[in-house]
């Protein structure tokens, strides 16, 4: 495997739910983020870690928690979602500067019914 | 709140015909950065500019950052079919003592090449 990748590609759940989405870069990058991207709407950051340490929450509700257990691997634990909490939901990595480019997985497609 | 205002957002031409992308804000960025998304796919970096006034050329595509740090833009000469797509900007905030950031993103110009 090359690159950042994301499991699952797709995820239904429910409101009363628990389901977590996993990240994982192959880049030997020190810093990592969730985006979601809805409809209409620009792409918005919700996480970042550098070097395992969360830096910044983007006002991002409780029912996601992150989780960054070493500096390849990101995930993020959804509980009680609500369904406009339906989205893609993006994971990038990047090197360690502001300057850095950042390089994207594919995506986790949520919906929440 | 950083904001980045990204114009057009739609935009259909025919295949040969030239176009620009314009990204603009009144924020100063440490850095301003391109991606190109397909539809299931997450963005691609297309180019990292950083230094005010900075031009870089990828092909057929030229991307320009203001003297200010403020905005930016996407040039594509002799448009293809193969450039349709999501075009986004998006910007790194300035950080004392550096680190990585995340970014802030306008909405997109989504760029259809008839051909």
Known sequence: ETGVTQTPRHLVMGMTNKKSLKCEQHLGHNAMYWYKQSAKKPLELMFVYNFKEQTENNSVPSRFSPECPNSSHLFLHLHTLQPEDSALYLCASSQDSSTDGQFFGPGTRLTVL | ?115
Not at chain 2, 11 to 24: K, R
């Open chain 2, 1 to 115: 709140t950083q904001l980045l205002e990204q114009s057009p957002q739609f935009l259909s031409i025919q295949e040969g015909e030239n176009l620009t992308v314009y990204c603009n804000s009144s924020s100063v960025f440490s850095s301003l950065q391109w991606y190109r998304q397909e539809p299931g796919e997450g963005p691609v970096l297309l180019v990292t500019v950083v230094t005010g006034g900075e031009v870089k050329k990828l092909k057929r595509l030229t991307f320009q950052f203001g003297d200010a740090r403020k905005d930016s833009s996407l040039h594509i000469t002799a448009a293809q079919p193969g450039d349709t797509g999501l075009y986004l900007c998006a910007g790194a905030r300035l950080i004392e003592g550096g680190g990585a950031d995340g970014l802030t993103f306008g909405k997109g110009t989504h760029l259809i090449i008839q051909p």
